[in-house]
């Protein structure tokens, strides 16, 4: 079998972590001949003669430009490299392909599903862009011979948005790194950000719909509750028009020094910042599989969480949960747990226990499995 896979779109985060994590997973075969379309930000297994990386000649960073070389080349090459699948992990399939080529897709983008969210954007090109997306995304689907989709409720919203039934669907959660698990942190140390402090810590890109305004608002009056030694880190990327919403909040609120917005934390040192927190919070509005919680899980921390859906997929009865509009609510929920070390072990118990059902050799099991079942059919 010849795949190609489409790996323009997995430049950051979760869309590289994802095809790594299942590339790495991936059998050796003879039969098996696998090509992506990337640059070389993406991480490819050494040593593996059957994987291939092409990259054109071509701005494909440039989104535009990506979309005119899928319709105009990326047919023309399936046909050159006799491609029997085309597996397109972003969620998009662009271009007229071989009628032979069976198209796998990954629905992985929930936010341009959620219009109530969209008005929390200024108006202009975010929102506009999350409507185009919604309509390519839901074309690609109803496109594609067989669409996994990472959860239930992602599967369900769009279900419910077809006029027609789907070709064929499966759902297949992410995996989680062995890394990120409780039992693999012996040694593990904080990193430098949280060294030396007690801590909350909440993960994430800055975005209106993670709502780091509204946990640093259910902060504040976790202090004015109690004598508060703890320090809240909000961790990642923070260069959007949202983070400096946030800091505005901190400075308005007089809590420089007691909220530490960190930037971006090294991957590798990740797994030593969560399992070094007193409690790890995710207070998400939309998600898909929400990755972040599930490393966080796999700490073996007490985990406060969205209410929201598919959290509670995820989290089963081993998360708190909370409403991340409401910071009152979160904040009763941080104070439920933040000076109860025997409720702390227990929720961190039951989380590490419920990250075990995760786990990438299994992702790239069940989605080898779907592949192969339909190159077959």
């Given at each position: 079998?010849?795949?190609?896979?489409?790996?323009?779109?997995?430049?950051?985060?979760?869309?590289?972590?994802?095809?790594?994590?299942?590339?790495?997973?991936?059998?050796?075969?003879?039969?098996?001949?696998?090509?992506?379309?990337?640059?070389?930000?993406?991480?490819?297994?050494?040593?593996r003669g059957n994987i291939r990386r092409i990259k054109p000649r071509w701005p494909t960073r440039n989104p535009l430009g990506r979309t005119i070389w899928e319709y105009l080349m990326l047919p023309r090459l399936l046909r050159e490299l006799d491609s029997d699948v085309l597996f397109c992990p972003g969620g998009i399939v662009n271009g007229r392909l071989p009628p032979k080529c069976k198209i796998v897709t990954v629905f992985q983008n929930m936010l341009p599903f959620q219009p109530a969210l969209h008005s929390r954007y200024p108006l202009g090109w975010a929102r506009l862009r999350l409507w185009i997306l919604a309509k390519i995304l839901l074309g690609s689907i109803q496109r594609a011979d067989h669409t996994?989709?990472?959860?239930?409720?992602?599967?369900?919203?769009?279900?419910?948005?077809?006029?027609?039934?789907?070709?064929?669907?499966?759902?297949?959660?992410?995996?989680?790194?062995?890394?990120?698990?409780?039992?693999?942190?012996?040694?593990?140390?904080?990193?430098?950000?949280?060294?030396?402090?007690?801590?909350?810590?909440?993960?994430?890109?800055?975005?209106?719909?993670?709502?780091?305004?509204?946990?640093?608002?259910?902060?504040?009056?976790?202090?004015?509750?109690?004598?508060?030694?703890?320090?809240?880190?909000?961790?990642?990327?923070?260069?959007?028009?949202?983070?400096?919403?946030?800091?505005?909040?901190?400075?308005?609120?007089?809590?420089?020094?007691?909220?530490?917005?960190?930037?971006?934390?090294?991957?590798?040192?990740?797994?030593?910042?969560?399992?070094?927190?007193?409690?790890?919070?995710?207070?998400?509005?939309?998600?898909?599989?929400?990755?972040?919680?599930?490393?966080?899980?796999?700490?073996?921390?007490?985990?406060?969480?969205?209410?929201?859906?598919?959290?509670?997929?995820?989290?089963?009865?081993?998360?708190?949960?909370?409403?991340?509009?409401?910071?009152?609510?979160?904040?009763?929920?941080?104070?439920?747990?933040?000076?109860?070390?025997?409720?702390?072990?227990?929720?961190?118990?039951?989380?590490?226990?419920?990250?075990?059902?995760?786990?990438?050799?299994?992702?790239?099991?069940?989605?080898?499995?779907?592949?192969?079942?339909?190159?077959?059919?």
């Amino acid at each position: 079998m010849n795949m190609l896979i489409n790996a323009f779109s997995a430049r950051l985060g979760g869309g590289q972590t994802y095809l790594s994590s299942l590339l790495d997973n991936t059998p050796e075969r003879d039969d098996l001949c696998i090509y992506i379309l990337c640059d070389d930000s993406l991480r490819l297994p050494p040593g593996r003669g059957n994987i291939r990386r092409i990259k054109p000649r071509w701005p494909t960073r440039n989104p535009l430009g990506r979309t005119i070389w899928e319709y105009l080349m990326l047919p023309r090459l399936l046909r050159e490299l006799d491609s029997d699948v085309l597996f397109c992990p972003g969620g998009i399939v662009n271009g007229r392909l071989p009628p032979k080529c069976k198209i796998v897709t990954v629905f992985q983008n929930m936010l341009p599903f959620q219009p109530a969210l969209h008005s929390r954007y200024p108006l202009g090109w975010a929102r506009l862009r999350l409507w185009i997306l919604a309509k390519i995304l839901l074309g690609s689907i109803q496109r594609a011979d067989h669409t996994i989709f990472i959860s239930e409720h992602g599967r369900q919203i769009i279900e419910g948005l077809t006029t027609t039934p789907l070709k064929s669907t499966s759902v297949i959660y992410h995996g989680l790194s062995e890394r990120f698990k409780a039992g693999d942190r012996e040694g593990m140390d904080p990193p430098v950000v949280a060294a030396g402090t007690e801590y909350l810590a909440y993960v994430s890109i800055f975005d209106y719909y993670k709502n780091q305004v509204e946990v640093v608002r259910a902060f504040d009056l976790v202090k004015r509750s109690r004598p508060t030694r703890e320090k809240l880190l909000l961790v990642g990327p923070d260069h959007s028009p949202y983070s400096a919403l946030v800091r505005r909040e901190i400075r308005d609120l007089g809590l420089d020094g007691d909220v530490v917005v960190t930037g971006s934390v090294p991957y590798e040192d990740l797994p030593g910042l969560y399992a070094h927190a007193k409690l790890n919070i995710f207070a998400s509005d939309c998600e898909n599989c929400p990755n972040v919680m599930l490393e966080a899980m796999g700490s073996g921390r007490p985990l406060l969480a969205s209410a929201k859906p598919p959290m509670p997929e995820f989290g089963g009865d081993a998360v708190l949960y909370f409403n991340p509009a409401n910071p009152e609510d979160i904040a009763a929920k941080i104070l439920e747990v933040i000076d109860d070390p025997q409720r702390q072990r227990q929720l961190g118990a039951l989380a590490a226990e419920r990250a075990e059902n995760f786990s990438w050799r299994e992702t790239t099991r069940q989605t080898w499995a779907v592949i192969e079942a339909l190159h077959r059919r």
